[in-house]
């Protein structure tokens, strides 16, 4: 019997999610002093330390969430794949400078 | 006879382990992971072969998975603060408009592309773990993976190659 696609799917679409969650606090970051300063966890390092770990903690948490919510579901692999590369994307475009530095 | 002038400095080690030493590794570990994820397939190998190869890339994932991380914890706690004290790199560059872009494009690219190499190498060590043998008999999964292999690594290398210019422009001592 074939594994359950399920767990993989939660792996991928957490990667997918964090990497916008990651992209999207970039962004507001650079848009927002408030942003900013409740981002800055270590003061040395600035709104990168709260960016990073939050990404991280995104990545976990909803890696767990998504294993408990997708259980036992039939699931299109074509669908989570192109929904992951596609988040992957969304957070690689808004961390680029150009991009998050025109916000 | 001999000077000191080949010594480094604290600073300029930690430089050299996340740089150098977890960079290198991830980097190097790719081409061997890559290769394994690519030919695991069960057209071409033996059930024993199989089992003993799921062992060794569930292995490789998880290292390079936590190399990323260390790389990229070491780089953003221990490295990034040097570089952004007064008086550090950072200040450095900027002062210098001939040199700003190094700061602006350069290390602001460098301390966000590298986080999604950690990330996803996590995703493919766990779907690696859960497949096992599996994953020898679900050629798209395994091609996927690779291929987010490959994203991990060209995201590394982003961080790598411009960690590694802007040290050659000012170094973090």
Redesign the interface.
């Known amino acids: 019997m074939?594994?359950p696609f399920a767990?993989?799917a939660a792996?991928?679409l957490?990667?997918g999610v964090?990497?916008v969650v990651?992209g999207v606090l970039?962004a507001l970051t650079a848009a927002s002093q408030s942003v900013a300063d409740a981002l800055t966890f270590?003061p040395?390092?600035?709104p990168?330390?709260g960016?990073?770990l939050s990404?991280?903690i995104v990545?976990l948490g909803s890696?767990k969430l998504l294993a408990l919510a997708l259980r036992g579901k039939e699931l299109s692999?074509r669908r989570v794949?192109v929904a992951t590369w596609v988040m992957?994307g969304v957070?690689?475009v808004l961390?680029?400078?150009?991009v998050y530095?025109s916000f | 006879m001999y000077n000191t002038s080949m010594e480094l400095s604290n600073r300029e080690t930690w430089a050299i382990v996340h740089g150098v030493v977890f960079g290198t590794l991830f980097l190097f570990g790719f081409s061997g992971l890559f290769s394994g994820l690519w030919g695991f397939r069960a057209a071409v190998l033996t059930p024993e072969g199989i089992t003993s190869r799921a062992g060794k890339l569930t292995m490789g994932a998880w290292v390079m998975a936590a190399i990323a991380w260390f790389a990229v914890f070491s780089g953003t706690w221990m490295i990034f603060p040097w570089y952004m004290e007064t008086g550090g790199v950072a200040r450095e560059l900027l002062a210098d408009p001939a040199r700003s872009s190094w700061q602006t494009f350069g290390m602001e690219w460098k301390m966000h592309i590298a986080w999604f190499a950690p990330i996803l190498a996590t995703a493919v060590a766990i779907c690696i773990s859960h497949f096992r043998e599996e994953l020898a008999e679900r050629d798209s999964m395994r091609r996927t993976l690779a291929w987010m292999l490959a994203a991990a690594f060209v995201c590394a290398g982003i961080a790598g190659l411009l960690g590694a210019l802007i040290t050659r422009v000012e170094p973090v001592r």
């Open positions: 074939k594994k767990v993989a792996a991928l957490a990667a964090s990497s990651f970039t270590m040395k390092v600035g990168l330390s960016q990073g990404a991280a990545f890696w692999e794949l992957v957070g690689v961390t680029f400078p150009p530095q």
